[in-house]
């Protein structure tokens, strides 16, 4: 979903954060985007080495024309999410993050529907009946649909600090990934 959405949105220029096993990157740069990474450990051999709570950002000074944070966000407190969120609007127009949706206490919803002549109509809807306590598990301090994580929370906070939600979605085939495409409101 994320190469997808990226390649509709076509940028000239992407800033992925937190590039893992740089598989995105690879692909991104071989279908011919200028793509720069941005990690907090050096051992990964980012373009750029940065803590992305940091107010300033103070190592970026190119602006980008999508920055990607896939699977990022949770690996940091919720506060500090909603800052870095904030703080990205000073290098990008376009973000592209996923976040993990958790399956605990909740149940996933795919309706897909082929009309003649149309293309595919789908739904695709997570419901929590029970919402479950985040614990830390070392690695995620949260996860959308936990207790106090929930998705209207996400997006309330998303757009009251200026980013407007062009896409909000979860891949029926990987339901614990949440994607949210955002655009900078001027």
């Known amino acids: 979903m994320i190469v997808k959405t990226i390649l509709t949105e076509n940028p000239k220029t992407i800033l992925e954060i937190g590039p893992g096993n740089y598989i995105v990157t690879n692909i991104l740069s ?14 990964i051999a980012p373009d750029i080495v940065c803590d992305i709570t940091n107010d300033n950002l103070p190592s970026i000074t190119n602006k980008y024309d999508l920055v ?75 996860e959308l649909g936990k207790r106090k994580f929930s998705l209207n929370c996400f997006t309330r906070d998303i757009q009251n600090i200026g980013w407007s939600i062009d896409q909000s979605s979860i891949n029926e085939k990987n339901t614990i990934h949440h994607l949210f495409l955002l655009t900078k409101n001027i």
Do not use: M
């Open 30 to 43: 071989d279908l011919g985007f200028d793509v720069q990474t941005l990690d907090i450990d050096p051992d």
């Open 68 to 142: 990607l944070a896939a699977e990022v966000l949770e690996h940091v407190e919720y506060k500090d999410s909603i800052k870095v969120l904030k703080n990205l609007k000073t290098i990008t127009e376009k973000l592209l993050i996923t976040v993990p949706c958790t399956n605990e206490g909740g149940a996933f919803f795919h309706f897909s529907l082929k009309l003649p002549g149309l293309s595919w109509l789908a739904f695709n809807k997570k419901f929590f009946y029970k919402p479950t306590k985040h614990v830390f598990n070392g690695q995620h301090y949260w």
